[in-house]
């Protein structure tokens, strides 16, 4: 089993910045790609970025150019850096790992509030 344990969420104002962070525990031994989701009020959870094992970066198309994704191996975590936010990126950001490129886990998520 692997946990998930996401920090860095809040309330920020429009224009600002955030970053979020994903450590995980446990059978961290295979994890491949790491990315992280949101889900909106009355919205589906939707992918927000992902990042392989070798480094290699996929974006929604809406966050592109404002967030940028990273991890630590060493450490096990991911990160979100979240630049220039807005409003619609209002939601609750939820991590998400995969051992073996197939097996999923989820943190609990971390709530985001962008405020004008």
């Known amino acids: 089993q692997v946990q998930l344990v996401e920090s860095g969420g809040g309330l920020v104002q429009t224009g600002g910045s955030l970053r979020l962070s994903c450590a995980a525990s446990?059978?961290?031994?295979?994890?491949?790609?790491m990315a992280w989701y949101r889900q909106a009020p009355g919205k589906q959870r939707e992918l927000v970025a992902v990042?392989?094992?070798?480094?290699?970066?996929k974006y929604e198309d809406s966050v592109k150019g404002r967030f940028t994704i990273s991890r630590d191996n060493a450490k096990n975590t991911v990160y979100l850096q979240m630049n220039v936010l807005k409003s619609e990126d209002t939601a609750v950001y939820y991590c998400?790992?995969?051992?073996?490129?197939?097996?999923?886990?989820w943190g609990k998520g971390t709530l985001i509030t962008v405020s004008s």
């Open positions: 990042i392989t094992s070798d480094g290699n970066t």
């Open positions: 998400n790992v995969l051992r073996f490129s197939s097996i999923s886990y």
């Open positions: 446990g059978s961290t031994q295979s994890i491949t790609t």
